[in-house]
């Protein structure tokens, strides 16, 4: 027999909060492949790269972040 989600769902808020995130983590594991993160990044670095050539983003020298990163440093 299978379960609906509707119940799945109302059992798993039963379960202790230790075991919702470890349940919740396998879950986004069951989805999130290495395959799906690969072609995420790859439209994330595309959306990028187009901000980047419609000068729609800001750049700041690395040079410059280094010396600020430095400097907040104790």
Do not use: H
């Not at 994330?44 to 729609?56: C, N, S, T, W």
Request: no cysteine; hydrophobic share 50%; net charge negative.
């Amino acid at each position: 027999m299978l379960l609906t989600y509707q119940q799945v769902a109302q059992a798993a808020m039963q379960l202790s909060p230790d075991e919702r995130v470890d349940l919740a983590e396998k879950l986004w594991v069951s989805v999130d492949t290495p395959e799906a993160i690969a072609a995420a990044w790859d439209e994330e670095i595309a959306r990028r790269v187009a901000q980047l050539d419609a000068g729609e983003a800001e750049t700041v020298p690395a040079e410059q972040v280094i010396a600020e990163l430095r400097a907040r440093l104790p």
